[in-house]
């Protein structure tokens, strides 16, 4: 089964059962490791302003951003 089709029967589940569903997602992850915000996250941070300082990397406003996320959700319905 293909993450899209996995996506587009969860958008059929009801919000609670979509949320217990994200909850045990979340925690089948590995735990969060304290290096992820060492040498490399930082460095990752100073690449990420440099993309924006020198305008290789754009902005978007949260109302962009949302209507992006909302236009995604529709689609896996």
């Given at each position: ?18 949320g217990a569903l994200a909850a045990w ?12 915000a060492g040498v490399e996250g930082l ?23 949302w209507n992006a996320i909302n236009r ?6």
């Amino acid at each position: 089964m293909s993450i899209a089709e996995i996506q587009h029967a969860v958008a059929e589940l009801p919000e609670h059962e979509r949320g217990a569903l994200a909850a045990w997602l979340m925690e089948s992850l590995p735990p969060h490791d304290a290096e992820d915000a060492g040498v490399e996250g930082l460095e990752e941070a100073a690449r990420r302003r440099q993309e924006l300082d020198s305008g290789t990397a754009k902005t978007m406003s949260s109302d962009d951003f949302w209507n992006a996320i909302n236009r995604q959700r529709a689609a896996w319905k």
